[in-house]
């Protein structure tokens, strides 16, 4: 049979009789540790008891043959016979003096390691504890000696002794000492770096006056009612954190605002109601040296702000006004907006980790300290997402000494996500954000059922999450006027766009908004067709499929709306008004007359999600409309948001980000990529899963984006879907075809199969009436008018009426009936 691999003869003795085996048992390691642990404590008793029996001892030695010692005479007086004494002897005395202890100390951690007690590192130590003995056994010998006199004993034994003799008569006293502090400051800027502030300190004190650090914690995001129900447990703490930080947190909780706003000074007791829990936060920074410890006593002062009012029902739809003669949500006023109830609701009780919160005080301001940068006071503001430490500078710290430090400080907080804004724009303070080890989601029921959401005025809310201080972030689409929307892949973009489209849905009635949606990945928005019919746009040949995902299908969308827009800005002008709202209100309020043409206007929202990969096939073609809209929009109410994985500057081009000022960056990939959405750099340092930074003019400012789940869209959706509305999406005009001016009106220029079912009809009526008017058309169909403008177009290209004079009526080309017979019979033989 084969022998196993396994099986080899051993090579040497002392494998073959297995100590080998022995060396390696880690029983072996603890009897050997527990050996030297003996051993030590020995050689500690030999050597304290050396200093009362030294004197009688050493004479002893002294008189002594070699080998004598060992006799059993009892004329030794240590307490740990002749070989303590003898040990100590030269240890204490011939060797290194006093700092011969570290050398039983060294043994006692060798013990220990071998015993797996403690983990180091042996070569380390012994190096350092090397090292300190023979400095202190000269220094001693030094500065020690002279003062101690007539001694026993040489506190730096004869080594000291020799050392000292040997160097001043090479260099002198005043050599020896500058030796000895150049070794020891090496040496302990080696083992701290901390050892340079501290020198610097010794050399200016003045400069490091001792200075208390105020340390402050704000959480906005508290539950009252929560908090009375579960008075007992307090804020929601980490597991990890223990039952000291638990009173804290429930000191947290008990604070109770004073006259002085909402500060709470912590310190001053007389402020709360009495409970024997109630001890003042003292938070020590963990910081290493010891003078700094005791200078640097940080006091906690916790800030609670009022918290996001709810909204008094689920209900926070818009509701209209009923005087008005005109009411633009007829004939869908009994329209039901989404309830809150609708969304799934996330815990809000506020996550405040206090032990987190501590280290990570105690970390910045070691760090800081050991770039030289004094603080005066920390107030840490806890965030869904991040914490925002606000740091105040001591005195005579100039910021931009702060800014350049910023990516060394960075370094040695090392933690992903960290960003350091200084100073915080119309503050003097620094920021440092670092991410929470427990980040909330923040739920869409959290945003929209507030009353902060329900009041709001905006023409277009787009409720995005909570900023930092826990507060509801609200931007009016209408006001900014488009959005580019940009992240690497996973990191929340669709949740965002979702959020933004959800918001809208719960605040705009389906008469007064209306959205294009545009989706390549044609998996994103294909939830929203449910609600097609009530909130969608689309030309009449997408009306089975009205969210876009195919290039060209968008081409001829985007021209269409530059269409709608041009026609918009004619019925503006017609109406003597110059933006959206002053015509809609004019038109509830019955200043102008559907016969002229005049229509309700709903706003259009269109969203562009993988922009990329549309510029990339279509290039120019989807580009210009882009531009052209995103220049000239705004006034009729028309917006766009794009969103792109990829923001590089050959997809966001300038043309693009010139017209796009609403930016919402999601985390990317690298600066440069922050730098091409936001101008800066940021969005790098952002921790994903909806960390934002949302910027319109001004600085960016640090958003958790809102979270909302596919089962919340589909229920928001099924329960518009299920309410009265119009059959089909609103129609878009047809776009102006490039090719079409150049051929001779009217022949060959119109496809039979695509002419409207009035076309005939209203081609007669027009040549009866000798009256080219779009209105007329609208009138006697009773059809909207962007139908009865394509109407208009078709008999244009079949020669029927010549072009549109503005808001003058066409002019006829055919003179009678029989003329316009003969003229159909042509169109319809082809
Ligand atoms: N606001 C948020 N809160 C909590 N988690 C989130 C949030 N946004 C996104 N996430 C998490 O990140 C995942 C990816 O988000 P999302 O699908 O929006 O990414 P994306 O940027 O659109 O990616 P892609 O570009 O590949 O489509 C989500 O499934 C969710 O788990």
Known sequence: MARKKSERKPKTFGEAVGFRHIFESETTDFFLGFILLALSIYMIIAMVSFFSTGPADQSTLENMRPGEWLNNTHVFTNTCGSAGA????????VNFGLPAFLIPAFIILVGLKLMHVIEVNLWKWFLCLTIVMVWLSVTFSKFLTPIMGDSIFNPGGQHGAFVVEHLENVVGAPGLTAVLLIVAVSFLTYLTSETITVIRKAMNPLKYVTKKVKFTVTNRNVDRNEEEDTSND?????????AATNKETDNIDDVTPTNSGN????????????KPAQAPIAVEPHVTNAEQVSQEKIDSVVVKNSEEEKASSGQVGEHYDLSTPINPWEPFVHYKFPSCDLLKKYSSRPVIDMEEIKANNARIVEVLNSFGVQISKINATVGPTVTLYEITPAEGVRISKIRGLEA???????????????????????????????????????????????TTKMALPMALGKTITNEVF?????????????????????????????????????????????????????????????????????????????????????????????????????????KITEYNDKFIHHQLSLTDGHEYMPYIVVIIDEFGDLIMTAGKEIELPIARIAQLARAVGIHMIIATQRPTTKIITGNIKANFPGRMAFRVASQIDSRTILDRTGADQLVGKGDMLFLSGGDPVRVQCAFIDTPEIEAVNDFIADQPGPLDPMELPEPDDPNAASGEPGVGGTDVRSLDPYFDEAAKAIVLTQQGSTSMIQRRFSIGYNRAGRLMDQLQKAGIVGEAQGSKPREVLIADENSLAQRLQQIHNG
């Open 408 to 454: 060394d400080i960075a370094l040695s907080l090392a933690a992903l996500g960290i960003r350091i804004i200084a100073p915080i724009p119309g503050k003097g303070t620094i920021g440092i954000e670092v991410p929470n080890k427990n980040p909330q989601i923040v739920s869409m029921e959290s945003v929209l059922n507030t009353k902060k959401f329900q």
């Open 263 to 274: 500060v709470v000074d912590l310190t001053d007791m007389s402020q709360f109601t009495p």
């Open 234 to 242: 307090g804020y929601q703490v980490d597991d990890t954190v223990s």
């Open 474 to 578: 609200m931007v009016d689409l209408a006001k900014l006027p488009h959005l580019l929307v940009a992240g690497a892949t996973g990191q929340g973009k669709s949740v965002g766009l979702n959020a933004i489209i959800t918001s809208l849905l719960y605040k705009k009635h389906p008469n007064e908004l209306k959205f294009v949606l545009v989706d390549p990945k044609k998996v994103e928005f294909s939830i929203y067709n449910k609600i097609a019919p009530h909130y969608m746009a689309s030309l009449p040949e997408n009306e089975d499929e009205p969210i876009i995902t195919d290039v060209q299908r968008v081409v001829r969308t985007l021209n269409s709306l530059c269409k709608l827009m041009d026609h918009r800005y004619d019925l503006l002008k017609r109406a003597g008004v110059k």
């Open 86 to 93: 003898l040990l100590s002897y030269y240890l204490i005395s």
